[in-house]
């Protein structure tokens, strides 16, 4: 299996502040044939379902704010919030869908400071 | 646009089997791909497998031999079972769709609000 690992376990950033999460996948989720990253960020807010915010690494879901990007490749990706408002606390999860089992991180819980 | 709706028993015993059913409304059960993924009370994300509308499957080994997703098309649902519960098979049940864009499946894209199962005798 996959083992994706997300780092910190939770931050706290101030209003209008950047926010980065960081994911790692224990192998490459990039497919050479399509250079494309098997890979997606979601948003789960209390008593709420996840809600896939980007995929292919970096491509955002209709209907995202423009605030929430994503980067990275291989290995190593992140999750940037540009300017944090008050309804993004949530708990952020990444996912690999390179190979199954589909795999998520643990999550990243992120508060206002 | 696209909603799912899980739907079954909120108590099985310990060693018998969780039934869930998941409604496709506002769009075809056909081309995509359906998954079931839990979460555990106060825990992460596990995907158990995924279901393709032609009834192909896949599941997380972890699970064994345990899991069973199928399909029904005419219906426009899919549905889970898991036999021998236990304890720790106590979570919130999710099921989801598979997007599909450019020629590609990627992340799950639609998402049911979830039901709460418990074990216990």
């Known amino acids: 299996d996959i083992v994706m690992t997300q780092s910190p376990d939770s931050l706290a950033v101030s209003l209008g502040e950047r926010a980065t999460i960081s994911c790692k996948s224990s192998?490459?989720?990039?497919?050479?044939?399509?250079?494309?990253?098997?890979f997606a960020w979601y948003q789960q807010k209390p008593g709420q379902p996840p809600k896939l915010l980007i995929y292919w690494a970096s491509t955002r879901e209709s209907g995202v704010p423009d605030r929430f990007s994503g980067g990275g490749s291989g290995t190593d990706f992140t999750l940037t919030i540009s300017s944090l408002q008050a309804e993004d606390v949530a708990v952020y999860y990444c996912?690999?869908?390179?190979?199954?089992?589909?795999?998520f991180g643990q999550g990243t819980k992120l508060e206002i400071k | 646009q696209v909603q799912l709706q899980e739907s079954g028993p909120g108590l099985v015993k310990p060693s018998e089997t969780l039934s869930l059913t998941c409604t496709v409304s506002?769009?075809?059960?056909?081309?995509?791909?359906w998954s079931w993924i839990r979460q555990p009370p106060g825990k992460g994300l596990e995907w158990m497998g995924y279901v393709y509308y032609s009834g192909s499957t896949n599941y997380n080994p972890s699970l064994k031999s345990r899991v069973t997703i199928s399909v029904d098309t005419s219906k426009n649902q899919f549905s889970l079972r898991l036999s021998s519960v236990t304890a720790a098979d106590t979570a919130v049940y999710y099921c989801?769709?598979?997007?599909?864009?450019?020629?590609?499946?990627?992340?799950?894209?639609?998402w049911g609000q979830g039901t709460t199962v418990t074990v216990s005798s």
């Open positions: 506002g769009g075809s059960i056909s081309s995509y791909y």
């Open positions: 989801a769709r598979v997007g599909y864009g450019d020629y590609n499946y990627y992340g799950m894209d639609v």
């Open positions: 996912q690999q869908y390179y190979s199954t089992p589909y795999t």
């Open positions: 192998q490459s989720v990039l497919f050479s044939s399509n250079n494309k990253n098997y």
